[in-house]
């Protein structure tokens, strides 16, 4: 849960990143690409969700699903679709002010979980989880999320700072083509 218009994920983060490492290390989707993930399916912490596609901001900042939509999550548009070779990131709020959204149990999905997102194209890219963890904010992992080869799902975790209006962690997860 974050203020409006507040990133509450590491956005930011991205802009540095494609300005100290150029944009070649990101697979950027051409506008209208022909293909793009529509869903993301976790069994085993029941997750079955529609996917939109997110941006970076004039900012830099990374664009996110909006509250009003809580069970939605979003694919960045500046990362591989997901099935194909290069960093592939889906985001999505951990809860809104009134309830539990999209990636609420995320925390919870262990080693060797299935993820299956479908594509636009008919088929269904699928990953198994390589591991989970928990990190501040503050030292939020652009170059492994962003750069490396794989999927990666990412929320909001850890304490929430009431001062600030967000949770202080981000909780992300990495898993490799099945």
């Known amino acids: 849960m974050a203020r409006k218009g507040r990133v509450v994920i590491a956005g930011a983060a991205t ?14 989707t051409p506008a209208g690409a022909a293909v793009f993930p529509e869903n993301i399916d976790i069994p085993s912490i029941d ?3 529609p996917l939109m596609k997110l ?9 996110l699903p909006p509250f009003d939509k809580p069970k939605m999550a ?3 548009t500046g990362s591989a679709v997901p099935g194909d070779k290069g960093a592939s990131v ?3 709020h951990v809860d809104t002010k009134t309830a539990p959204a ?14 299956k997102v479908e594509r636009s194209d008919g088929k269904t890219a699928e990953y198994k989880v390589d591991s989970v ?12 999320v962003y750069v490396e ?5 990412v929320t909001c975790g850890g304490q929430f700072d009431y001062a600030k209006g967000e949770y202080v962690d981000n909780i992300i997860v990495y898993a490799s083509p099945a």
């Open 133 to 144: 963890e928990q990190i501040p904010k503050t030292d939020f992992p652009a170059k492994r």
């Open 15 to 28: 802009g540095l990143l494609l300005v100290a490492f150029g944009k070649s290390f990101v697979a950027p």
């Open 55 to 63: 941006k970076l901001e004039k900012s830099g900042d990374l664009q």
């Open 47 to 49: 997750v079955d969700a």
């Open 90 to 92: 889906i985001v999505g």
């Open 74 to 76: 979003g694919w960045y």
């Open 149 to 153: 080869n794989g999927l990666k799902l």
């Open 102 to 115: 999209v990636f609420f149990k995320l925390r919870q999905i262990r080693k060797g979980a299935l993820i």
